[in-house]
């Protein structure tokens, strides 16, 4: 049997690649195009679809690059218009979906978080265009399909705040573009076997309903927060940031009244954190986390590192560098969005590589003080355990540019650590052959290491090289023997994995 993350992961990240579904394809093509391909079933739909529309993928390209130019400012109400929303949702849509699933999908893995069965109330703080409901939607129903009928909430709630209404009114077009994308689904199948079935889609028209009438609010982040505002974050189960530290910053705006807005949050409440993965936001994310969890003592960190260290988090995460770094499956639509940019400018991945890069941390309210103390295992000398914060592979020889600190670039992988978790005043690194890398290796995972030579550099960061006999595997520790969901496939499950796969069927 295995477990439901598993089978998440597998249509998610088929080959090892991070994409998007097909309904999450068809979405997208609805709003942008005005229709859904005609054939939900036909893995040639969505291909021609933007074959057909090729002008307006050209003029999105163009609006792009007008922003680019610009200085690529997104924080203003000048910015979220409809032609740049409609760019948005061509271009970062598609990168941005993968990042969100991928989080949702490692705390389950750890048993961190659970849909549940009782009522799920998700808020999305900086809503945009609708892009994490997009990605929760469509999430949601993979975990049915993979969990079975008896793993899903019975009743689901999404709240959306942004202070720009045109942003809003694209949220709300999003939303309602999945729940009609789900009921065209459902009606196709019930067509197929007969109404009398209609019970073992109860999920599916759970989440339609949810995407026909959430909840939109109008409200600037960097302002101090409504009472109703202030209410809603209250009710909420999971809580998302997604990109909006680095535009409030980036304004010269502070970030106290986003921190008070958190306060409010119920005992239990989940807050995902995601920025961007250069260094600057990267680093600034960890900055925020530090000062935030030490003002705090009834939050506790729950991914992707720093568990160990409870509220008192190291000097070493003021200017940490975490950085999720997987391997991006392009699908048609932007595939031709970038095939109509000029060489040179700027992508939300790096195009050479093709790889998706952010940073993330997410949060939990505690009941009271946080459960989570300082511990540091005692193991024999040169026996390391840490949790992973970045990988970087590196294929084939070629320059150094972006290989840290200089190193020389090879058929290697670079595989980052906690750095205060091995006593490095800096960076810590494992340096690896691309072949020795274990499967499932990714970060927040944990992972325990021996016999590996040591050097330190004038900077204080740590470099790991293998020597003979050397060992690494995972450490992860569960909270519990049961906290994995295992797969409950059904009929409306196979069939409803069939059609994001884009009609060819995967084994589970």
């Known amino acids: 049997m295995k477990a439901a993350h598993e089978v998440i992961d597998r249509f998610l990240a088929p080959d090892g690649r991070r994409g998007i579904s097909r309904m999450v394809e068809d979405v997208q093509a609805a709003y942008l195009f005005g229709a859904f391909p005609p ?21 999105l390209a163009e609006t792009w690059l007008t922003f680019m130019t610009r200085g690529k400012r997104f924080y203003g109400q000048a910015t979220y218009q409809k032609t740049f929303l409609d760019c948005y949702m061509a271009y ?17 893995r750890k048993g961190e978080w659970k849909p549940g069965t009782g009522g799920l109330r998700v808020i999305d703080l900086g809503t945009g265009p609708g892009t994490t409901f997009l990605a929760l939607a469509d999430w949601l129903l993979l975990y049915r399909a993979a969990a079975g009928p008896d793993q899903f909430p019975a009743s ?31 009606d196709q199948r019930l067509a197929i076997i007969g109404d009398s079935q209609r019970e073992g889609f109860d999920a599916w028209e759970r989440v339609a309903a949810a995407c026909k009438s959430p909840t939109l609010t109008r409200a600037d982040l960097a302002e101090p927060p409504s009472p109703a505002l202030i209410d809603a974050v209250e009710a909420a189960d999971l809580i998302v940031a997604s990109y909006v530290l680095n535009e409030v910053r980036d304004e010269g705006q502070t970030t106290e009244h986003l921190e008070r807005l958190l306060d409010s949050a119920k005992p239990g409440a989940l807050v995902l954190v995601l920025e961007p993965g250069d260094r600057r936001d990267a680093s600034g994310l960890m900055e925020w986390r530090r000062a935030f969890l030490r003002q705090r003592r009834d939050w506790e960190t729950i991914g992707p590192c720093g568990e160990p260290f409870g509220n008192e988090l190291p000097a070493s995460c003021h200017d940490c560098w975490p950085l999720s770094r997987e391997p991006l499956l392009a699908k048609p639509l932007y595939a031709a969005f970038v095939e109509r940019l000029p060489d040179g400018a700027t992508r939300p991945i790096d195009d050479r590589a093709g790889f998706l890069s952010w940073s993330y941390t997410v949060l939990r309210r505690t009941e009271g003080r946080t459960s989570r ?58 340096r690896l052959s691309s072949e020795n890398v274990p499967d499932g290796l990714a970060v927040g995972r944990r992972i325990r290491f021996s016999g590996f030579e040591r050097r330190t550099d004038e900077k204080g960061s740590v470099w790991f090289s293998p020597r003979p006999g050397w060992r690494l595997a995972p450490a992860d520790a569960l909270r519990s023997p049961g906290s994995q969901v295992e797969t409950r496939v059904d009929r409306a499950g196979v069939d409803w994995l069939s059609y994001v796969s884009s009609g060819s069927v995967r084994t589970v």
């Not at 079933?41 to 003029?59: G, R, T, Y």
């Not at 941005?96 to 490692?106: D, G, R, W």
């Not at 070629?398 to 006593?423: H, I, L, M, T, Y």
């Open 373 to 430: 103390v300082q511990r540091h295992l005692q193991r024999n000398a040169g026996d390391h355990e840490a949790a992973v914060i970045a990988r970087i592979p590196l294929p084939n020889a070629g320059d150094a540019s972006d290989a840290p600190n200089g190193a020389q670039r090879a058929d290697a992988e670079f595989v980052k650590v906690c750095p205060a978790e091995v006593g490095a005043a800096s960076e810590a690194t494992l």
């Open 156 to 186: 689901l709630h999404l709240s959306g705040v942004d202070r720009s209404p045109a942003a809003l009114e694209a949220t709300h077009r999003t939303a309602g573009l999945v729940a009609a994308a789900v009921q065209r689904w459902i």
């Open 39 to 59: 054939n939900s079933q036909s893995p040639d739909a969505i291909e021609q679809a933007v074959k057909e529309k090729l002008e307006d993928v050209s003029q």
């Open 92 to 108: 970062y849509c598609p990168v941005n979906v993968p990042k969100i699933q991928a989080v949702l999908t490692e705390l389950l």
